[in-house]
């Protein structure tokens, strides 16, 4: 007995939202995939549009290389609104 | 639906000390733990031991309440009772995911709960021979359960977690729905009454039982709470419940089986009876009434429908040849 | 309404072929083949619960006797519910359930789709609401028949079978008398029996993806509709007013 593939489900909330990953799913295929997708995750009307992909297609960066991912960009402040100083008389920018 | 009670959880880890320490430091820091992140060996046993039980918990659950479908008494609480079931079977089904995301199938858990190798509530080896069965699970076991549920939510492992946001969400009906048809019954015909209250007997002790072992006795409970897998003690979830429950007992004028049961000032908190452990472990080891029948009808769910898996596998196959071979031929 | 009698009739065939077949899909509920199907299962039988529902809460106004929905599911005798045989026959394998649904929902959506048009508000809106349901039952069944009947050697094995002991059954969805005729005319509800090509229409290219054939059939099975039922449909009312009989006249 093989096992069905694992598919990660996003849903899209409603239009002018992106989809959002919110669980998985086995199916054999990617038609059973989105119906079974539509069944378990939109019981409640949480959206109007799935995407499903096949969870070993997606690559993820690697936990132990974190430090060197993200904390570089932990200390460049000047790429925030609110490092720069400007009076308050100038009115809202 | 589930409540903690992890039975036999070994926590036992091979890491140094730093390592330890400083995993530890992450969740002290209320650090979420995610699927890649290293963790110690004991972590992830405990919460694939821990998740896997609560997903069989649910998907168990579905038999003794999925028993009434078919004679649910109006058509409203017929479709309530099948939305509910459903929910339970989904729920079961966002735990194996989370479960999976630490690296066991789902395959493997449910051959391991077929086989008597992984536990689930026991509070679902009992039988639910009245309709009122179907409003005290509601009300107590779903109450016994969100309880337990809702800390779980703040849990150190992310996709577990997240997953029971998603359940407790859905969840906030179950309770509601059980309550409410016992509230029916004990405002009902006499027999209807009688058959309230006599379901509250059966389901009380059962209730109580379902947040584990006393605090004195439990052997997991320190590394798990140190882990922050799980949130409160068994004794202080027990008494959370008992509080919250005998007031709603005695709205719809029915009677706690328990005649120690007494209101104490001090500690602004119920004192309950003694509880029946021998009894707790004796379902628990698989000699309660419907232990047997449970697991022979997840098992012949799971043999009768291999076959269907089977063919969706194989037509999966053929789809993707035949997309290769016409992809090739373009 | 200027014939009432044969309205109410056509309700009840309606409201008791959904209850039925909504009963039959949750016998499945907690003993599906794979936990997503335990999922999709039930999403289907709330759906014709709910059509049952609404179209019993009409049919007690037309009837105009005070009777809820409740009563009407549950409060009759076994002559009186006008389902389909196909829908009440027993579950089966797996295949024999997909199938079964597929037959029933392929002649739904094009029936509930014209009946979006009927003269009848209630009955219009009800089918504006139930033609959406129906049409991912046809989707989500079709892909099923397809999965069976193209899958393994067993699968395939099963779901020819399914067809040479459902098929006979189908011809009932197209059947006509004077309670068709009436409400055709009268702009209540299609003609059954006009929406014979499209259903069949349906079933063939389902069919030719599965490698299913289908078949002949001699003696359509017929009955249902005027309440002479299969020998297991009495099991089937005697669970589902279990309650109601044993405990009469109470709120639940």
Redesign the interface.
């Known amino acids: 007995?093989?096992?069905?593939?694992?598919w990660e489900v996003f849903i899209r909330p409603r239009n002018g939202l992106s989809h959002v990953h919110?669980?998985?799913?086995?199916?054999?295929?990617e038609?059973?995939a989105i119906?079974?997708a539509?069944?378990?995750y939109t019981?409640?009307g949480e959206g109007n549009s799935i995407w499903v992909v096949p969870s070993d297609a997606i690559t993820?960066s690697?936990?132990?290389l974190k430090e060197q991912n993200f904390e570089p960009a932990m200390s460049k402040i000047y790429r925030h609104p609110s490092f720069y100083e400007i009076p308050e008389d100038v009115g809202h920018m | 639906m589930y409540a903690q009670g992890l039975i036999g959880a070994d926590a036992a880890t091979t890491e140094d000390a730093a390592f330890l320490e400083r995993f530890q430091a992450r969740i002290d820091a209320e650090e979420k733990i995610?699927p890649?992140?290293?963790m110690p060996a004991g972590y992830r046993k405990t919460l694939i031991r821990q998740i896997g039980q609560h997903a069989h918990s649910e998907i168990v659950g579905m038999l003794p309440e999925g028993n009434w479908i078919t004679r649910a008494p109006s058509l409203r609480r017929k479709a309530a009772l099948l939305a509910k079931v459903?929910d339970e079977g989904?729920h079961g089904?966002?735990l194996y995911?989370a479960a999976?995301t630490l690296g066991v199938?789902?395959?493997q858990m449910t051959e391991e709960l077929l086989s008597g190798k992984a536990k689930y509530s026991s509070i679902f080896n009992y039988p639910t021979p009245t309709w009122a069965d179907i409003g005290a699970i509601g009300w107590l076991v779903d109450g016994a359960a969100i309880m337990n549920q809702i800390p779980l939510c703040r849990c150190s492992y992310g996709p577990y977690a997240r997953?029971m946001i998603?359940v407790c969400k859905?969840e906030s009906f179950h309770q509601r729905q059980g309550y409410e048809i016992m509230m029916t019954l004990a405002r009902g015909a006499p027999a209807q009454k009688d058959m309230a209250q006599d379901a509250l007997n059966r389901w009380w002790w059962p209730s109580l039982v379902m947040f584990g072992p006393p605090d004195s006795d439990s052997v997991h409970g320190d590394q798990s709470m140190a882990w922050k897998i799980k949130r409160f003690t068994n004794d202080e979830l027990r008494r959370k419940f008992i509080n919250a429950t005998v007031p709603q007992a005695e709205f719809i004028d029915l009677t706690v089986p328990d005649p120690d049961l007494r209101w104490n000032d001090d500690t602004q908190s119920y004192e309950h009876g003694p509880i029946d452990w021998d009894e707790f472990w004796r379902v628990v080891k698989g000699h309660g009434q419907m232990n047997r029948d449970r697991i022979a009808a997840r098992r012949k769910a799971w043999e009768d429908g291999?076959w269907v898996?089977?063919a969706?596998?194989a037509?999966?196959e053929k789809?993707?040849t035949r997309h290769t071979a016409a992809l090739a031929a373009e | 309404m200027t014939d009432q009698p044969a309205f109410l009739e056509l309700l009840l065939r309606l409201g008791d072929d959904c209850l039925v077949l909504g009963h039959r899909l949750s016998e499945w509920c907690g003993h599906a083949p794979?936990?997503?199907e335990d999922?999709?299962m039930p999403?289907m039988a709330l759906d014709l619960i709910g059509q049952a529902r609404s179209i019993y809460t009409r049919a007690g106004e037309v009837e105009g006797k005070g009777r809820s929905e409740d009563d009407l599911a549950y409060l009759r005798a076994d002559r009186e519910y006008r389902n389909l045989l196909l829908v009440e026959r027993p579950n089966g394998d797996f295949a024999h359930t997909m199938l079964r649904q597929f037959y029933y929902a392929a002649f739904m959506e094009p029936y509930w789709r014209e009946a979006v048009a009927s003269s009848d508000a209630a009955l219009a809106g009800i089918a504006g609401k139930a033609v959406k349901e129906i049409g991912?039952h046809v989707?989500?069944a079709g892909?099923w028949v397809i999965?069976l009947g193209d899958g393994t050697e067993e699968s395939a094995r099963r779901m020819a079978v399914a067809v040479d002991a459902l098929h006979p059954y189908t011809g009932e969805l197209f059947a006509v008398d004077g309670v068709t005729d009436a409400m055709a005319a009268a702009g209540v509800a299609p003609d059954p029996s006009a929406l014979r090509p499209e259903w069949d229409a349906t079933i063939d290219t389902i069919f030719a993806d599965a490698g299913l054939r289908r078949p002949e059939v001699a003696y359509p099975q017929l009955g249902g509709r005027q309440g002479c039922h299969g020998e297991e449909f009495g099991f089937l009312l005697a669970e589902l007013q279990y309650m109601q009989r044993a405990y009469p006249a109470m709120t639940w």
Do not use: F, I, K
């Open positions: 007995m093989t096992d069905a593939p694992l919110c669980g998985s799913v086995h199916a054999a295929d038609v059973m119906q079974a539509r069944d378990v019981r409640r993820a690697d936990p132990a | 995610e890649n992140d290293p459903q989904g089904l966002y995911a999976e199938t789902r395959d997953a998603r859905e291999a898996r089977d969706a596998v037509h999966g789809r993707r | 794979m936990l997503e999922l999709s999403n991912y989707r989500h892909e999965r």
